[in-house]
T-cell receptor, first 114, second 114 residues
Framework: AQSVTQLDSQVPVFEEAPVELRCNYS??????LFWYVQYPNQGLQLLLK??????LVKGINGFEAEFNKSQTSFHLRKPSVHISDTAEYFC????????????FGAGTTVTVRA | EPEVTQTPSHQVTQMGQEVILRCVPI?????FYWYRQILGQKVEFLVS????????KSEIFDDQFSVERPDGSNFTLKIRSTKLEDSAMYFC????????????FGNGTRLTVT
């Protein structure tokens, strides 16, 4: 079984500042990793995913994440945030056999202030 | 872009009542899922559905829960006799294939059991 820990429940950040959301996972098998975003009153939208290959993954809206196998991490970054990035961000993991069965982290709420 | 739609957005029901949550997956998707998020807790996998039958379910998905695809477009989650602890946000998702195919989530239905 896999599990995910998101180390920060709340991240306040000023507009145009960088942001990093931390995610660590545990698994006894190889993993697929995902970041989802949930804007207010909306569903979960896929930001990016790591399946294999390059450990640096670029997603939508200027986000990127780096898979670090030795540190079992998949941190999400954006060099310059906008007000519209205010949302809740979820890290999730699955195994390649059951890649539809996501185990989610508790979420990180990002609040961008002017 | 095609979306997964869920209705209603908010459902209030009394304990012991039956409730049906409705979802319209993306039209060319073949795999369907329900997840839920109890307030303050993680998003959890409930069930996956393919070819008109359940392909996998979690331990949460007990005999009180059932899923159905009554026609070519709808995918429903029924809770037979609701309990207070069923109060949660329920997310429907669909994917085109099973392997390496991203899940597309709906906006969720907030179920409140009183």
């Amino acid at each position: 079984a896999q599990s995910v820990t998101q180390l920060d429940s709340q991240v306040p950040v000023f507009e145009e500042a960088p942001v990093e959301l931390r995610c660590n996972y545990s698994s006894s098998v190889s993993v697929y990793l995902f970041w989802y975003v949930q804007y207010p009153n909306q569903g979960l939208q896929l930001l990016l995913k790591y399946l294999s290959g390059s450990t640096l993954v670029k997603g939508i809206n200027g986000f990127e994440a780096e898979f670090n196998k030795s540190q079992t991490s998949f941190h999400l970054r954006k060099p310059s945030v906008h007000i519209s990035d205010t949302a809740e961000y979820f890290c999730a993991v699955s195994d390649p056999i059951n890649d539809y069965k996501l185990s989610f982290g508790a979420g990180t709420t990002v609040t961008v202030r002017a | 872009e095609p979306e997964v739609t869920q209705t209603p957005s908010h459902q209030v029901t009394q304990m012991g009542q039956e409730v049906i949550l409705r979802c319209v997956p993306i039209s060319n998707h073949l795999y369907f899922y329900w997840y839920r998020q109890i307030l303050g807790q993680k998003v959890e996998f409930l069930v996956s559905f393919y070819n008109n039958e359940i392909s996998e379910k979690s331990e949460i998905f007990d005999d009180q829960f059932s899923v159905e695809r009554p026609d070519g477009s709808n995918f429903t989650l029924k809770i037979r006799s609701t309990k207070l602890e069923d109060s949660a946000m329920y997310f429907c998702a669909s994917s085109r294939n099973r392997d390496n195919s991203p899940l597309h989530f709906g906006n969720g239905t907030r179920l409140t059991v009183t």
